[in-house]
């Protein structure tokens, strides 16, 4: 989990570049403290958005990794014993909402129920937590934003967000850059030449292109960069893209052959 501050200038801030307005979206949903929820597909930039945006508007950032054994007390936080005392221990949503942070819930439908109920008081005009296991009732410090994301073309029917919860949020959409800003964004991550990396995205469309069909979830922009690096660092072009954009793909021995073909007809 990441707690790192961040300068209220913006000058550490990691290299984002917008594809429309969810820059402003963002900071008009800090400005007046509202909940905001970011759809889209893995990989496509919303954990680095955040971490971008954490550190233009100057706030602490505490990034959750959700999970399926990511319970309410993992993020509020429990008694542990301590050199003989037993002590309670704030979890990352209880340090952001004292301290006027931002919390993001990276994933959240991955977590279990009881997480989701946990939000719902901080997600409404009353911006408390109530904690049980201590009786205390914080309301959110000036500055605390709860964010998270989820990738609705992944999950399946038994989970995701209700509509209970999914009304109590601003969403914004994200989808994979468009071709000339996705070149852009792996030349300033790594600094590969424009006709590589052009290379790459025209295969990363051809192989979401066959999303749905031979592969669940088409190449991320993550893993563009990934190849871009190793290719950037002397590894062969081939092996570079097994390594980083076919492998991660798919274990099936037969659609990884099919996908090496079809970098061999892309790359030449």
Known sequence: ????????????????????DECEMFEQAFAHTLPLLLKGPTGCGKTRFVAHMAARLGRRLYTVACHDDLTAADLVGRYLLKGGETVWVDGPLTRAVREGAICYLDEVVEARKDVTVVLHPLTDDRRILPIDRTGEELEAAPGFMLVASYNPGYQNILKTLKPSTRQRFLSIEFDFPAPEREIEVIRAETGLSEDRARMLVRLAA??????????????????????????????????????????????????????????TAVIG
């Open 206 to 263: 051809k192989l979401r292109d066959l999303k749905g069909q031979d592969l669940e979830e088409g190449v991320s922009t993550r893993l563009l960069i990934y190849a871009a690096t190793l290719i950037q660092s002397g590894m062969a072009v081939e092996r570079a893209i097994l390594a980083a954009m076919i492998e991660p793909l798919t274990d099936d021995e037969d659609v990884k052959r099919g996908l090496l073909d079809l970098v």
């Open 1 to 20: 989990m990441d707690g790192s501050p961040m300068n209220r200038n913006g000058a550490d801030a990691p290299f984002y570049l917008p594809e429309g």
